[in-house]
């Protein structure tokens, strides 16, 4: 299994500014997930970030709103950029863990839930 | 593109009961299916992962059924308790790293 810490688990934000969520994984992966989920919405897959290259995004999700960081095989962060109250959301990072036995078993952080304000 | 949809949208029980929910995809061309539960505002937690060669998994009060040539899983909860209470979301997955959908899940309260 995998334990994922994020931060902050919440935010206030004011509109026009950026917030850099953190990912902390407790052991090594290769890939870690970012998603969003806004109101009432399922989860939607923003990038998938690799260690030592550049995040691969998803239609939709530009690198200039939502660049991410992957400095090594435990850490990942995303930053919101220039926020706007569409931005509201719980972002979610998250890992594959296909060591065990049960195969790819997905995991999620506790979320970082911003509010734009 | 795969579709997930999960029915009921909602659902309000007495504690005690025993109740089923429903999630149907679009694509059978799956690798797994995995059940999650979401507590309002926070992360998802993992519940259960059915491979696609698999026909049910159970955990503890937890069961959950797939039949992929029709593109149905259902997740069966015993006994429902008030701490049961969340949204519960399930996510097949095709091929490949992070080839997942979502379905907007299932609202549940368990009224004591």
């Known amino acids: 299994s995998a334990v994922i810490s994020q931060k902050p688990s919440r935010d206030i934000c004011q509109r026009g500014t950026s917030l850099t969520i953190q990912c902390q994984v407790d052991s090594q992966v290769t890939m870690m997930f970012w998603y969003r989920q806004q109101p009432g919405q399922s989860l939607t897959l923003i990038a998938t970030?690799?260690?030592?290259?550049?995040?691969?995004?998803e239609s939709g999700f530009v690198i200039d709103k939502f660049p991410i960081s992957r400095p090594n095989l435990t850490f990942s962060t995303l930053t919101v950029s220039n926020m706007s109250p569409e931005d509201s959301s719980i972002y979610l990072c998250?890992?594959?863990?296909?060591?065990?036995?049960?195969?790819?078993?997905?995991?999620f952080g506790e979320g970082s839930w911003l509010t734009v304000v | 593109k795969q579709e997930v949809t999960q029915i009921p949208a909602a659902l309000s029980v007495p504690e005690g009961e025993n109740l089923v929910l429903n999630c149907s995809f679009t694509?059978?061309?799956?690798?797994?299916l995995q059940w999650f539960r979401q507590d309002p505002g926070k992360g998802l937690t993992s519940l259960l992962l059915i491979q696609s060669s698999q026909r049910e998994q159970t955990s503890g009060r937890l069961n959950a059924s797939l039949d992929k040539s029709s593109g149905r899983s259902t997740l069966y909860i015993a006994a429902s308790q008030p701490g049961d209470s969340a949204t519960y979301l399930c996510?097949?997955?095709?091929?490949?790293?992070?080839?997942?959908?979502f379905g907007i899940g299932t609202k549940l309260q368990v009224i004591p």
């Open positions: 970030a690799n260690q030592g290259s550049e995040a691969t995004y």
């Open positions: 998250s890992v594959e863990d296909r060591t065990g036995d049960s195969g790819n078993t997905i995991y």
């Open positions: 996510a097949p997955a095709g091929g490949g790293y992070q080839k997942v959908t």
């Open positions: 694509d059978s061309a799956i690798y797994n």
